[in-house]
């Protein structure tokens, strides 16, 4: 963790002034490197005022998301995650990956205020611009097959998807098998990866991570048309509670995998199922074709309808057809 993060956190943390002396001694640097943080950190946004004799003050954390507010609001099988907020990072999935081959602990939770390099499915770019954006990756140490990945991101989207109309009282909706809707927009995009063990075919680490729009200010025009966000065009958005809400859902709904009961409140979101759907299915190839969404099953599974016959959709990628009114386009 750069200087200017773990000083932010330390202010943060502290119930009015701290001496320069005491933050240069608990951080492990020299007074003028505190300084300069402090000085970076203004330079963010964020008001610490400095007194004689007192030492310094944060009055405002700005757009800066502090981990103890967000530790302060977890409770239940998520209240002993540790939680890091990093200023930058190209990706939360992959510097949490560098933690977990490095002995990191299960229950790790990374948030970035920007990533210079997020992704989302098939090593596509994934939009981060700071302030409106809760970018956070979970690490999960949990002894269990590559077949189970799925069902693990099914489970992600049904806490992210409650979380969101938790805290802004709008139904989410879950298209798979991956990305959470609202208004028939993408809010969410959720990107599970791992590394099995060879030996035991088990994973040793998951880490799932999970990108909200909570607000749009900042979005470019053409996102806008596609993209959606929780609370619109507000400059200070309560991503806190966001990445709260999340865990704490996570963490209940992951009690459940091996029964799957978090299922029941998939296919209740789903708005793919029953629709008419273009589908991409990787197993084969990345080949197109037309079906019917009928269900999805318990581990996850896309169940269509297609012209030769009933068929799981294991791995790849839907979009609801659009099937023009009568008379559309008519005269």
């Not at 938790?166 to 590394?195: F, P, S, Y």
Request: hydrophobic share 40%; glycine share 10%.
């Amino acid at each position: 963790m750069q200087t200017r993060d773990a000083l932010f956190e330390c202010l943060a943390a502290q119930d009015g002034y701290i001496s320069g002396e005491l933050l240069a001694e608990r951080l492990g640097v020299s007074r003028s490197a505190v300084w300069k943080a402090v000085s970076e950190l203004r330079e963010e946004g964020c008001r610490i005022e400095a007194a004689q004799n007192r030492g310094y003050a944060l009055l405002d954390p700005g757009s800066r998301l502090p981990a103890g507010q967000i530790k302060a609001l977890l409770h239940g099988g998520s209240a002993d995650c540790n939680v890091i907020v990093l200023h930058e990072t190209d990706s939360t999935n992959d510097e949490l990956k560098r933690r977990a081959a490095g002995g990191c602990p299960a229950g790790t939770v990374l948030i970035a205020e920007r990533q210079t390099g997020g992704k989302g499915r098939l090593g596509r770019s994934f939009y981060s611009p700071p302030r409106g954006g809760l970018y956070m990756s979970v690490l999960l140490r949990p002894s269990i097959p590559a077949s189970e990945c799925m069902a693990v991101t099914a489970c992600t989207a049904v806490a992210v998807a409650a979380a969101v109309e938790q805290i802004c009282g709008r139904r989410a909706e879950i298209k798979w098998v991956n990305d959470i809707m609202l208004d028939g927009k993408k809010l969410c995009g959720i990107l599970t990866e791992g590394a099995l063990s060879a030996e035991t075919g088990l994973f040793e680490y998951l880490v799932i991570g999970i990108g909200v729009n909570v607000a749009s200010a900042g979005f470019p025009e053409e996102l806008r048309e596609v993209a959606a966000s929780m609370f619109g065009d507000v400059e200070n958005p309560p991503r806190a509670a966001v990445a709260a809400a999340i865990l704490n859902l996570l963490y209940d709904k992951l009690k459940m995998l091996p029964q799957r009961t978090f299922m029941e409140e998939y296919r209740a979101r789903s708005c793919v199922i029953g629709k008419e759907i273009i589908m991409t299915d990787f197993a084969a190839g990345g080949a197109k074709s037309m079906a019917r969404a009928l269900d999805v099953d318990d581990d996850g599974g896309l169940i269509v309808e297609t012209p030769d016959g009933v068929r799981k959709l294991h791995s790849g990628e839907v979009s609801v057809r659009v099937i023009p009114s009568e008379g559309a386009g008519q005269p």
